[in-house]
């Protein structure tokens, strides 16, 4: 794997392969020496143009887990907010020697930009593009899904036939695009559940079926309820009436939660905006992955850094039986 | 040409004699942990781990000790993929640890595997157990027990086959000069070691 642009075209193999190598990664959190020495003299840069706590501290806790090291470029502070262009950026950071920069850009498609332009040789891993796609999000939901399904036995496997409702605000979530692709690739069955303003037009082509109302997607019994953030930043027009009815509507409240069957898994990808889209209650239940899901995030970036870094460049992932 | 060292009577006896030995060194069972690196060095490890328990009539554990992310050839080669590491219950502080491999080689794999050892725990005492001792050594690492001391030419390549993954027991030489070149050998046969230099 060169660059982590997207998870459209994303092979079944290719991902549950990626998930194992994650999982070998979730174990070095249990070693007394919770560090490999593998990507030792690389150096990743987290190009975060779009502000971002929780990636962002993901992203450098993998790559130091790793032992790579690491720096953070945020637009604040930088010549980025005088004005300098994502091409000179990057070329400056190719004369640092950069090998992976990891970067999150309010223009969606902006990584395939830089992936593609030559302005920069260093593998690229999209971490959030505007409204298009987040892919190690949707690559740790995945991991977290698999993982509360099979536990220790988890590696190898898909999502096959396993029920996934997500709700809120898929219009501008690049969460829920990437997830889309990558859980039915892994075989899941997915379902969008939106109030009609905040669905995309084109929603018919995905691989999806798609609810207007919550109760008749709740209604299908989903395996897992994945809630989305309801992002202030881009509410730029009327899509809901008030915050209120959205919640008695579209949020996944004490009521609806109840109703439940117990194992029911409810996800987040944070920030939760407690009472507006999920319940404290929702939110704070053992049906709950979101801490299971900033665990699982370092296991995945690692995986990703891994692949895209430690090989030899240019050539293609050795498959074979060593060390399979 | 293919030629066969080992065959699988010859492969038991050379692990009952190691498990035999193993007990000598560690006058007895008490804290013995077997990790084997994948792939075939876990099976091997399974194999000693049946031995020893049975010979000490204590119950000996074993696991597997991935050493991927160890390696210095990570940058030269495709991207491998890791395999699980699984320590026994209780760990490895304190206890005798034996490396468990099928082909010893340049060394290189032994030297990951220490490194990946410490970071797991400080065992008391490491050893080394390998099925062929096949020389041409890159690093000052030398086994504690040898199945079989098998001096080659590097242009040879040993294969090891078990039951668990190839449908048989049996290690093979094999010249380069026959119709499989020495990569395809390698990919898909003689294990890690045999594949590092």
Not at chain 2, 20 to 28: D, V
Request: charged fraction near 25%; charge should be negative.
């Amino acid at each position: 794997m060169r660059h982590l642009l997207s998870t459209r075209g994303l092979a079944r193999d290719e991902v549950v392969d990626l998930l194992d190598v994650a999982e070998g990664m979730a174990d070095v959190e249990r070693r007394e020496v919770r560090k490999l020495p593998t990507l030792r003299g690389r150096t990743v840069v987290n190009l975060f143009l779009e502000d971002s706590t929780r990636t962002r501290i993901s992203f450098e806790a993998a790559a130091k887990r790793l032992s790579a090291d690491v720096i953070n470029f945020a637009a604040k502070g930088s010549s980025v907010s005088k004005g300098e262009s994502l091409k000179d950026t990057a070329q400056t950071l190719a004369a640092m020697g950069a090998d992976a920069v990891v970067l999150r850009h309010p223009a969606s498609g902006a990584a395939q930009v830089l992936a593609q332009s030559g302005w920069i040789d260093a593998a690229v891993v999209n971490a959030g593009d505007g409204t298009h796609e987040h892919p190690t999000q949707a690559l740790l939901d995945a991991f977290t899904i698999r993982r509360r399904l099979h536990g220790a036995d988890a590696r190898g496997r898909d999502l096959d036939s396993v029920e996934i409702a997500i709700v809120g605000d898929v219009l501008h979530s690049r969460v829920a695009r990437s997830n889309v692709w990558l859980l039915t690739a892994l075989g899941a069955r997915v379902r969008l559940c939106a109030p009609a303003t905040l669905l995309p037009i084109g929603v018919g082509g995905w691989p999806v079926e798609t609810d207007l109302h919550l109760d008749d997607a709740l209604a299908h019994r989903p395996d897992v309820v994945m809630m989305l953030r309801i992002q202030a930043e881009r509410m730029d027009a009327a899509y809901f009436p008030t915050a209120r009815e959205y919640a008695r509507e579209w949020g996944l409240d004490d009521a609806r939660f109840g109703r439940l069957p117990e194992a029911t898994m409810v996800m987040h990808p944070g920030p939760m905006n407690r009472g507006l889209e999920i319940s404290a209650r929702a939110a704070d239940s053992a049906a709950s992955t979101v801490l299971e899901q900033v665990a699982n995030g370092v296991s995945i970036r690692m995986a990703v850094l891994y692949l895209a870094l430690a090989g030899e460049h240019g050539r293609a992932p050795e498959v074979a039986e060593v060390g399979a | 040409m293919i030629r066969t060292v080992l065959e699988p009577a010859d492969i038991d006896r050379a692990l009952t004699r190691i498990a035999h030995e193993i007990l000598e060194s560690n006058r007895g069972a008490e804290g013995l942990v077997l990790l084997g690196i994948p792939t075939r060095g876990v099976t091997l490890a399974g194999r000693l781990a049946d031995h020893v328990s049975r010979f000490s009539g204590a119950h000996v554990t074993f696991g597997s000790l991935d050493v991927t992310m160890y390696r210095d050839d990570l940058a030269r080669q495709p991207t491998r993929r890791p395999a699980p590491t699984r320590i026994p219950d209780g760990g490895v502080d304190g206890r005798c640890v034996v490396l468990v491999d099928d082909v010893l080689f340049s060394g290189r794999t032994v030297r990951a595997a220490l490194d990946a050892l410490v970071d797991q725990g400080r065992p008391s005492v490491v050893r080394l157990a390998v099925l062929v001792d096949r020389g041409h050594r890159e690093l000052p690492i030398r086994a504690d027990f040898v199945g079989k001391n098998l001096p080659s030419a590097l242009s040879e390549s040993i294969r090891v086959r078990l039951v668990d993954h190839d449908g048989v027991d049996g290690v093979t030489i094999e010249s380069s000069a026959s119709g499989t070149g020495p990569t395809g050998t390698a990919a898909d046969g003689a294990g890690a070691e045999g594949t590092g230099a």
